[in-house]
């Protein structure tokens, strides 16, 4: 049975390339060498096989190279599709995410944010259920932290990359409005525990200057359940649904099909983050969009950026487009 091949040291690489174990490792690292030496070093550990220890690695630099990704709801497609994204683009930066699921609980959310920072991790990405916990100004003191979505309140964040609620509800209701809806039922995974965030909060403004008798309801991000809250609203009497994930709106198409309902003759339904699935049914649903590719791309620079001890604080705004596809009646 054939042996496994033993890993290369950097000794070996810094004898094939008579340079010393000090230079290598510098190179290696893209680090005060020049960019030949940087070149032949890098060729040569390719042709003996050479990788780097990771624990090794950890020890020197005080890194693990993981970054965590805590998530909302990893029901939400939208959310899966931007985890997917980030963990793609983080492995091009040579950082692995460490991915968690809050399931859109507020206090396991929390819990896992802590385990997260006892891991070690190099930095956090949360698109945080709780934007207003108190939790985040601890954790940023101890761990550089990015957050998507929503600022965190009081919270000395690393970046931020947050969504222009304000404008994308606006665009939301008064699409709706243009339409001749006056009574909207908005689905929102928000639990009563977190009543402050910001998108649900514009909701609620903006009823009286827009004329709407609006209910908002929680609806989890799961189809099942979705469908479950689409079908007591439908039989409460609504044919006008904003819901603020896609995920929720793919469960009134399912509960409005169930019901013999058709969209939009019947029932109209708005999303809110443009899932590609959702130019898919028919008819399309009529979303707001967020370019989960930019998110994705100033995410990741952020954290990777402030991982590195960049202590440069920024924030980025995401401005919304309305996607019109014809599910609005």
């Given at each position: 049975?054939?042996q496994?091949?033993?890993?290369?040291?950097?000794?070996?690489?810094?004898?094939a390339?008579?340079?010393?174990?000090?230079?290598?490792?510098?190179?290696?690292?893209?680090?005060?060498?020049?960019?030949?030496t940087?070149?032949?070093?890098?060729?040569?550990?390719?042709?003996?096989?050479?990788?780097?220890?990771?624990?090794?690695?950890?020890?020197?630099?005080?890194?693990?190279?993981?970054?965590?990704?805590?998530?909302?709801?990893?029901?939400?497609?939208?959310?899966?599709?931007?985890?997917?994204?980030?963990?793609?683009?983080?492995?091009?930066?040579?950082?692995?995410?460490l991915?968690?699921?809050?399931?859109?609980?507020?206090?396991?959310?929390?819990?896992?944010?802590?385990?997260?920072?006892?891991?070690?991790?190099?930095?956090?990405?949360?698109?945080?259920?709780?934007?207003?916990?108190?939790?985040?100004?601890?954790?940023?003191?101890?761990?550089?932290?990015?957050?998507?979505?929503?600022?965190?309140?009081?919270?000395?964040?690393?970046?931020?990359?947050?969504?222009?609620?304000?404008?994308?509800?606006?665009?939301?209701?008064?699409?709706?409005?243009?339409?001749?809806?006056?009574?909207?039922?908005?689905?929102?995974?928000?639990?009563?525990?977190?009543?402050d965030?910001?998108?649900?909060?514009?909701?609620?403004?903006?009823?009286?200057?827009?004329?709407?008798?609006?209910?908002?309801?929680?609806?989890?991000?799961?189809?099942?359940?979705?469908?479950?809250?689409?079908?007591?609203?439908?039989?409460?009497?609504?044919?006008?649904?904003?819901?603020?994930?896609?995920?929720?709106?793919?469960?009134?198409?399912?509960?409005?099909?169930?019901?013999?309902l058709?969209?939009?003759?019947?029932?109209?339904?708005?999303?809110?983050?443009?899932?590609p699935?959702?130019?898919?049914?028919?008819?399309?649903?009529?979303?707001?969009?967020?370019?989960?590719?930019?998110?994705?791309?100033?995410?990741?620079?952020?954290?990777?950026?402030?991982?590195?001890?960049?202590?440069?604080?920024?924030?980025?705004?995401?401005?919304?487009?309305?996607?019109?596809?014809?599910?609005?009646?």
């Amino acid at each position: 049975m054939p042996q496994p091949r033993k890993r290369a040291t950097i000794r070996e690489v810094a004898k094939a390339t008579g340079l010393s174990p000090a230079s290598v490792s510098y190179a290696l690292r893209g680090m005060q060498v020049s960019e030949e030496t940087i070149e032949r070093v890098r060729r040569v550990a390719a042709e003996l096989g050479y990788e780097a220890d990771p624990i090794a690695r950890a020890l020197a630099s005080g890194r693990t190279g993981m970054i965590g990704l805590l998530c909302g709801s990893l029901e939400d497609l939208w959310q899966q599709a931007l985890a997917v994204g980030i963990g793609r683009a983080l492995k091009d930066n040579d950082r692995y995410a460490l991915i968690l699921d809050a399931t859109g609980d507020p206090s396991r959310e929390r819990t896992l944010a802590r385990q997260l920072r006892d891991q070690r991790v190099d930095a956090l990405i949360v698109q945080p259920v709780d934007p207003a916990a108190p939790l985040w100004a601890e954790l940023c003191e101890s761990l550089p932290v990015v957050s998507i979505g929503d600022s965190l309140a009081g919270a000395r964040t690393a970046g931020e990359v947050v969504f222009d609620n304000r404008a994308g509800v606006t665009l939301a209701l008064e699409h709706m409005r243009d339409r001749g809806h006056r009574r909207v039922a908005v689905l929102t995974p928000t639990r009563a525990s977190t009543p402050d965030r910001p998108a649900d909060v514009h909701v609620l403004a903006e009823t009286g200057r827009l004329g709407l008798d609006i209910e908002v309801v929680t609806a989890p991000q799961a189809l099942a359940a979705a469908t479950d809250v689409a079908r007591r609203m439908l039989a409460g009497g609504h044919r006008a649904f904003f819901c603020f994930a896609d995920s929720i709106a793919y469960g009134v198409y399912a509960a409005s099909a169930e019901r013999g309902l058709r969209i939009p003759a019947d029932v109209s339904v708005m999303g809110y983050d443009d899932h590609p699935m959702s130019g898919l049914l028919s008819p399309g649903l009529t979303t707001v969009d967020w370019d989960i590719d930019g998110i994705v791309r100033a995410a990741v620079r952020l954290v990777v950026a402030a991982a590195d001890g960049n202590t440069r604080r920024r924030r980025i705004v995401q401005a919304p487009e309305l996607r019109e596809r014809g599910s609005v009646g």
